[in-house]
């Protein structure tokens, strides 16, 4: 008995070591202690278990041990085995900054670096921009006219986004662009994102695009030129990066420009002649300036000796000689402004490359380093929007729409996707805000950007998907009236553009947060790359430090001891708690998936995605932690925070459950399972009744439902009607609408109403004959009844209306 206290509490004392990260020598200390002890008290076993690894502790843990013999044999296996950094991968990894993502990376996140920079909202000027100029723009278009009337904005409509800088939010002020922040970006396009096309074309001139280029990139004369023109849509700008051979691969560039003498304004200039073909470049149509990435060559060595001096970005006038501009491709469900650039040997002199000539081969730095912060925001924000219009119409449909004598939205099935609605729209909200509010303090969320871009576009789609079906035939027949159909056709878009979702998963999340995000692993390749041992034993061993530390805490924590120290209210904190324990599981099986793969980690993609499912739900949740811990909570929003926290941590141990499943080496996948995973899995899906709860919270007029609607336009707009405008007035005259109903419907099962009377209208009629409603509630019910069913109406077309080429239309009832 004694041998088993003394074995445990030596145990514990070591875990408390390994959790802390104390380092050796307290290791060490701990063995000797307990193998005194045990020499004394116990078994002789035990004392020779504590005293051998005592000794090998100080072999391998002591600095003036290890170097001698264990540190030359590490680093030369190392240099084996480690993965080589390719130049554009390396561009990719030094691009950005690293930030909360780093501290999920470690397994002991330090909550105060995340909520040391607080939320401070937006200034009154960009305040007022989006409670005036964006309700005012998106008021003045409908989705069907703009999308199958049109295939455009109005044409009042791009006046005014010009007349009010919409295109130079990310310009400066003294070029007379609006200067806005981040923050103020998102709440515009989230704003905008009642309509996909006004949304899109807002976005991407202030994501990648000239402006951003020009602004951090760009000469003093290319600004002083190029940004009041752009801020103020003199000139529509463009980018052309994609192609029919690159893609996702945009290194894989096959247009090129190549270093000549050619003429220019009737001079003889040196310049570059450029061969190109582009695919997908939104605004190109209408674009007067564009922006075009290539890779430069210098075959006869006009500059200087290298002749691949790499990918280089120019800025081309639309009119240029031997540039096609012009046709348009169809994005699925969203005919924004999007076609092909196609030039045949076009040249240009060198000035016109962004930065100048000292700019040529810096183009992949540049893009990756605006991608870093555009991706954060335009497409998010965007998935914010719909996601909130989402809960708008869904939530006001499904509680005004009855079948059953009850509103769909008390149907449990219903409620299940209304409820899935509701958590979507908090954690991407949530998601896009806290991170945006990270660039405004000097950060350039690299991972953060991926993460965003791949998790809440998939929301998106997911979150539509939902408020399709909740909406059944309403949605489902195109026309004017239908609020939903078009930006769910073009959800699609947002999947693949900016970086294709799937490969954002599988090779960017982890792929890149893994080198760039870990405490150690782009220490331990610089001393690879360096052949520094000194720097590599100091990296390396700390890095075995933290995976103990790692081990010990996923698996106390697991086990519900030594809880994580978090600065949250009691609602939150136990999902804190649960983001610490998953942030040292998730330590420990990267490094386990990096040690047992190598190199070979690249090319399983599954098992790289499922680690970054881990990062990116943990990410999340830490944004929704942020999100609650700085704002004033609403009635009923405790609901919603238990409800988006399971939802996460539930994905976040599945996404771990997967990963041990499919991990190659078995035997290290089993030891995984039983220190991150001993009591089993232990977050489920939120629970059927907090699913009823939220759900009812966003199809009532309650503070839930107007929190979250707070970032979308719903208002009544001065040119369109807005739908969510007209559920939100049917909320809030619902209870007295349901307790007349009730009223009725116990009216006609006592046979008190005549049986023909089976439309509600000649209900309520037959009952204010038969005395059983008011003068005053007739009156109500009338108005309230015309309006419900004016929203459930859908539209009906002439019967030749849907064929564009009307010669192939067939009579199918001759005379």
Same mark, same amino acid.
């Given at each position: 008995?004694?041998?088993?206290?003394?074995?445990?509490?030596?145990?514990?004392?070591?875990?408390?070591?390994?959790?802390?990260?104390?380092?050796?020598?307290?290791?060490?200390?701990?063995?000797? +202690?307990?193998?005194?002890?045990?020499?004394?008290?116990?078994?002789?076993?035990?004392?020779?278990?504590?005293?051998?690894?005592?000794? $090998?502790?100080?072999?391998? !843990?002591?600095?003036?041990?290890?170097?001698?013999?264990?540190?030359?044999?590490?680093?030369?296996?190392?240099?084996?085995?480690?993965?080589?950094?390719?130049?554009?991968?390396?561009?990719?990894?030094?691009? /950005?900054?690293?930030?909360?993502?780093?501290?999920?990376?470690?397994?002991?996140?330090?909550?105060?670096?995340?909520?040391?920079?607080?939320?401070? =909202?937006?200034?009154?000027?960009?305040?007022?921009?989006?409670?005036?100029?964006?309700?005012? $723009?998106?008021?003045?278009?409908?989705?069907?006219?703009?999308?199958?009337?049109?295939?455009?904005?109005?044409?009042?409509?791009?006046?005014?986004?010009?007349?009010?800088?919409?295109?130079?939010?990310?310009?400066?002020?003294?070029?007379?662009? &609006?200067?806005?922040?981040?923050?103020?970006?998102?709440?515009?396009?989230?704003?905008?994102?009642?309509?996909?096309?006004?949304? +899109?074309?807002?976005?991407?001139?202030?994501?990648?695009?000239?402006?951003?280029?020009?602004?951090?990139?760009?000469?003093?004369?290319?600004?002083?030129?190029?940004?009041?023109?752009?801020?103020?849509?003199?000139?529509?700008?463009?980018?052309?990066?994609? !192609?029919?051979?690159?893609?996702?691969?945009?290194?894989?560039?096959?247009?090129?420009?190549?270093?000549?003498?050619?003429?220019?304004? !009737?001079?003889?200039?040196?310049?570059?002649?450029?061969?190109?073909?582009?695919?997908?470049?939104?605004?190109?149509?209408?674009?007067?300036?564009? /922006? &075009?990435?290539?890779?430069?060559?210098?075959?006869?060595?006009?500059? /200087?000796?290298?002749?691949?001096?790499?990918?280089?970005?120019?800025?081309?006038?639309?009119?240029?000689? =031997?540039?096609?501009?012009?046709?348009?491709?169809?994005?699925?469900?969203?005919?924004?402004?999007?076609?092909?650039?196609?030039?045949?040997?076009?040249?240009?002199?060198?000035?016109?490359?962004?930065?100048?000539?000292?700019?040529?081969?810096?183009?992949?730095?540049?893009?990756?380093?605006?991608?870093?912060?555009?991706?954060?925001?335009?497409?998010?924000?965007?998935?914010?929007?719909?996601?909130?219009?989402?809960? /708008?119409?869904?939530? =006001?449909?499904?509680?005004?729409?009855?079948?059953?004598?009850?509103?769909?939205?008390?149907?449990?099935?219903?409620?299940?996707?209304?409820?899935?609605?509701?958590?979507?729209?908090?954690?991407?909200?949530?998601?896009?805000?806290?991170?945006?509010?990270?660039?405004?303090?000097?950060?350039?969320?690299?991972?953060?950007?991926?993460?965003?871009?791949?998790?809440?576009?998939?929301?998106?789609?997911?979150?539509?998907?939902?408020?399709?079906?909740?909406?059944?035939?309403?949605?489902?027949?195109?026309?004017?009236?239908?609020?939903?159909?078009?930006?769910?056709?073009?959800?699609?878009?947002?999947?693949?553009?900016?970086?294709?979702?799937?490969?954002?998963?599988?090779?960017?999340?982890?792929?890149?947060?893994?080198?760039?995000?870990?405490?150690?692993?782009?220490?331990?390749?610089?001393?690879?790359?360096?052949?520094?041992?000194?720097?590599?034993?100091?990296?390396?061993?700390?890095?075995?430090?933290?995976?103990? =530390?790692?081990?010990?805490?996923?698996?106390?924590?697991? *086990?519900?001891?030594?809880?994580?120290?978090?600065?949250?209210?009691?609602?939150?904190?136990?999902? $804190?708690?649960?983001?610490?324990?998953?942030?040292?599981?998730?330590?420990?099986?990267?490094?386990?998936?990096?040690?047992? *793969?190598?190199?070979?980690?690249?090319?399983?993609?599954?098992?790289?995605?499922?680690?970054?499912?881990?990062?990116?739900?943990?990410?999340?949740?830490?944004?929704?932690?942020?999100?609650?811990?700085?704002?004033?909570?609403?009635?009923?929003?405790?609901?919603?925070?238990?409800?988006?926290?399971?939802?996460?941590?539930?994905?976040?141990?599945?996404?771990?459950?997967?990963?041990?499943?499919?991990?190659?080496?078995?035997?290290?996948?089993?030891?995984?399972?039983?220190?991150?995973?001993?009591?089993?899995?232990?977050?489920?899906?939120?629970?059927?009744?907090?699913?009823?709860?939220?759900?009812?919270?966003?199809?009532?007029?309650?503070?839930?439902?107007?929190?979250?609607?707070?970032? +979308?336009?719903?208002?009544?707009?001065?040119?369109?009607?807005?739908?969510?405008?007209?559920?939100?007035?049917?909320?809030?005259?619902?209870?007295?609408?349901?307790?007349?109903?009730?009223?009725?419907?116990?009216?006609?099962?006592?046979?008190?109403?005549?049986?023909?009377? &089976?439309?509600?209208?000649?209900?309520?009629?037959?009952?204010?004959?038969?005395?059983?409603?008011?003068?005053?509630?007739?009156?109500?019910?009338?108005?309230?009844?015309?309006?419900? &069913?004016?929203?459930?109406?859908?539209?009906?077309?002439?019967?030749?209306?849907?064929?564009?080429?009307?010669?192939?239309?067939?009579?199918?009832?001759?005379?």
């Amino acid at each position: 008995m004694m041998t088993l206290i003394l074995f445990v509490l030596a145990l514990t004392a070591l875990l408390m070591v390994m959790r802390r990260e104390a380092g050796a020598k307290p290791a060490i200390i701990v063995m000797v +202690v307990f193998g005194l002890l045990s020499w004394i008290f116990a078994s002789g076993w035990l004392t020779l278990l504590l005293f051998a690894g005592a000794v $090998a502790t100080a072999a391998a !843990g002591l600095p003036q041990f290890r170097r001698s013999w264990l540190t030359p044999r590490v680093f030369a296996m190392f240099k084996k085995v480690a993965p080589k950094v390719s130049d554009t991968e390396q561009v990719a990894l030094d691009a /950005g900054t690293v930030g909360w993502d780093g501290e999920l990376f470690t397994g002991r996140p330090d909550w105060h670096n995340l909520l040391i920079n607080r939320n401070t =909202g937006l200034t009154e000027e960009e305040q007022a921009f989006v409670d005036n100029q964006c309700v005012k $723009a998106v008021s003045m278009c409908n989705a069907w006219d703009v999308a199958v009337e049109r295939a455009d904005l109005p044409a009042e409509l791009w006046e005014y986004i010009k007349k009010e800088k919409f295109l130079g939010m990310i310009i400066p002020k003294e070029y007379g662009g &609006l200067g806005f922040s981040a923050k103020a970006q998102s709440a515009v396009l989230q704003k905008l994102a009642a309509n996909e096309v006004l949304m +899109v074309s807002v976005g991407v001139p202030n994501s990648l695009g000239p402006g951003e280029l020009l602004v951090k990139y760009g000469t003093e004369e290319q600004k002083d030129h190029y940004l009041p023109r752009l801020a103020d849509g003199r000139e529509i700008p463009c980018f052309g990066l994609t !192609g029919p051979r690159a893609g996702s691969d945009a290194t894989s560039l096959p247009d090129t420009g190549i270093v000549c003498k050619g003429e220019y304004n !009737g001079k003889e200039v040196l310049g570059l002649k450029l061969n190109f073909e582009k695919r997908w470049i939104t605004l190109a149509p209408i674009a007067t300036v564009v /922006g &075009l990435a290539f890779r430069m060559f210098d075959p006869d060595g006009l500059l /200087g000796e290298e002749k691949d001096l790499g990918i280089t970005c120019a800025l081309i006038p639309r009119d240029t000689d =031997g540039m096609e501009i012009g046709r348009r491709h169809w994005p699925v469900g969203s005919p924004f402004m999007n076609g092909p650039i196609v030039g045949k040997d076009v040249f240009i002199p060198l000035d016109f490359i962004i930065g100048g000539p000292e700019m040529a081969g810096e183009g992949w730095r540049m893009l990756v380093e605006c991608l870093s912060v555009g991706r954060c925001i335009t497409l998010p924000s965007g998935a914010a929007g719909s996601a909130a219009t989402s809960v /708008g119409v869904a939530g =006001g449909f499904t509680r005004v729409r009855r079948q059953f004598n009850t509103p769909v939205a008390d149907m449990e099935g219903v409620q299940e996707a209304l409820a899935r609605i509701a958590g979507q729209c908090y954690i991407a909200q949530s998601s896009v805000l806290q991170t945006a509010n990270m660039i405004d303090n000097g950060e350039k969320p690299a991972v953060p950007s991926a993460i965003l871009k791949y998790q809440l576009t998939q929301m998106q789609r997911a979150v539509l998907t939902d408020a399709m079906d909740v909406h059944g035939g309403k949605t489902v027949t195109l026309g004017p009236r239908n609020y939903l159909g078009i930006g769910f056709s073009g959800s699609a878009v947002s999947i693949t553009v900016e970086g294709a979702n799937i490969m954002t998963r599988s090779l960017m999340i982890f792929g890149q947060g893994a080198i760039r995000c870990h405490p150690y692993v782009l220490k331990e390749l610089a001393a690879k790359a360096k052949d520094d041992e000194r720097a590599f034993d100091e990296a390396f061993f700390s890095h075995a430090g933290l995976i103990f =530390g790692n081990a010990a805490r996923a698996f106390t924590q697991a *086990l519900g001891l030594g809880k994580a120290e978090v600065p949250f209210d009691s609602t939150a904190r136990r999902y $804190a708690q649960g983001v610490a324990r998953f942030s040292a599981a998730f330590g420990l099986c990267s490094d386990a998936a990096m040690t047992t *793969l190598g190199s070979q980690l690249k090319m399983r993609e599954l098992i790289s995605a499922r680690l970054g499912d881990m990062l990116a739900n943990l990410y999340m949740a830490s944004m929704v932690l942020k999100h609650w811990h700085e704002t004033q909570p609403v009635e009923g929003e405790a609901d919603l925070l238990e409800y988006s926290m399971g939802l996460l941590l539930h994905r976040t141990e599945n996404a771990l459950d997967e990963l041990l499943q499919n991990l190659p080496n078995r035997a290290v996948a089993v030891a995984l399972r039983m220190v991150t995973m001993p009591l089993g899995r232990r977050w489920d899906k939120p629970h059927d009744d907090l699913t009823r709860r939220v759900a009812r919270a966003i199809s009532t007029d309650t503070p839930v439902r107007a929190k979250l609607l707070m970032p +979308v336009w719903h208002t009544e707009g001065d040119d369109k009607e807005n739908p969510v405008a007209r559920y939100n007035s049917l909320l809030k005259d619902y209870d007295r609408a349901e307790g007349i109903y009730r009223k009725v419907g116990k009216a006609a099962a006592k046979g008190e109403l005549p049986g023909q009377a &089976l439309h509600p209208e000649e209900q309520f009629e037959a009952a204010y004959q038969a005395e059983i409603l008011s003068e005053e509630e007739i009156t109500f019910m009338r108005e309230y009844e015309k309006n419900v &069913l004016d929203m459930l109406t859908v539209d009906d077309f002439p019967f030749d209306a849907l064929a564009m080429d009307k010669s192939t239309l067939i009579d199918h009832n001759p005379a």
